[in-house]
């Protein structure tokens, strides 16, 4: 029985070192600059992670005490939490899988469409009841401000693959519309107004910019499908171990609470 609860409680040590990458995830989501105004998402990660972790000490204490009771409830919270991470990932994967972007002939970046992304995105991201605190968060961040200080001449700016999804949405007109480029934020002498609604929306206010355009709502939804899709791959990983823990950590419980089943059978027997 012993060896049992000492296999336990490395299992259970290998769960907690893994509850490391899940909360690590978490907080890098929740401390992207350029998600910052959007808490949706994000925090159900960490608060999983903690939970992991919390659930995963207590089951080391509990096999390293041999505490049969701490090692039941440590098995049953953690088939719990395993099941809602599942949920969180197969939910977030869904959700962003639809891709809006597409690609501008001669720009190195991409712009994006609303209606590319995931209805329920659309709907409970950047709705007109939620829209009104983001735009007003993304005015008073260096979202679009640290553009002209990376990028000087037309040239630069057009030729760069490193302008974000929010960016390319957010703080620029839509190419299509036919704008001048003056700097990033800049932008005059339009050529086709009439190609898209968002070509009336575009103010050159640094306060105003292109942040009531559908396609600053779109590029805010590339950004979460872009951060998303990082951090479910190492997501989807640690479950995989996760799992793979706990199947061996139940065996090597059922085996201990065989084994002292025996032993107090072969005692009373003597």
């Known amino acids: 029985m012993a060896l049992a609860n000492n296999l336990t ?3 259970n040590l290998v769960a907690l070192l893994c509850s490391i990458p899940i909360t690590a995830s978490g907080i890098w989501l929740a401390s992207k600059p350029d998600n910052e105004c959007v808490n949706l998402l994000r925090w159900p990660v960490v608060v999983l992670g903690v939970l992991i972790l919390v659930v995963s000490a207590c089951g080391f204490i509990g096999a390293y005490q041999y505490k049969e ?7 049953c919270c953690m088939a719990i939490l395993i099941g809602l991470l599942l949920v969180v990932l197969i939910f977030a994967f869904v959700v962003t899988r639809p891709d809006g972007s597409f690609q501008v002939p001669g720009r190195g970046y991409k712009e994006y469409r ?3 992304f995931s209805s329920w995105l659309r709907e409970n991201v950047v709705d ?3 829209w009104g605190k983001i735009r007003a968060c993304l005015a008073d961040s260096n979202v679009c401000p640290k553009l002209s200080q990376q990028f000087i001449t037309a040239d630069q ?10 960016q390319s949405g957010c703080c620029k007109p839509p190419t299509v519309c036919g704008y001048n480029f003056v700097n990033p934020t800049l932008w005059q002498n339009p050529t086709n107004m009439a190609a898209d609604a968002d070509c009336y929306l575009w103010n050159n206010g640094q306060s105003q910019l292109c942040y009531n355009c ?3 709502k779109a590029g805010l939804l590339g950004n979460l499908r872009k951060d998303w899709r990082k951090a479910n791959l190492i997501l989807i990983i640690t479950v995989v171990v ?6 061996i950590a139940c065996s090597a419980f059922r085996n201990a609470q065989t084994e002292d089943l025996f032993r107090k059978y ?3 027997w003597v």
Do not use: D, H, M, R
């Open 214 to 216: 559908n396609s600053c």
């Open 157 to 166: 700016f057009f030729s760069s693959s490193s302008i974000t999804p929010l």
């Open 266 to 268: 072969k005692q009373g």
């Open 242 to 247: 996760l799992i793979w823990v706990y199947v």
């Open 9 to 11: 409680a490395i299992l």
């Open 128 to 130: 007109s009841k939620n």
């Open 114 to 116: 609303l209606e590319g």
């Open 69 to 75: 009771t701490l090692l039941a409830v440590y098995l």
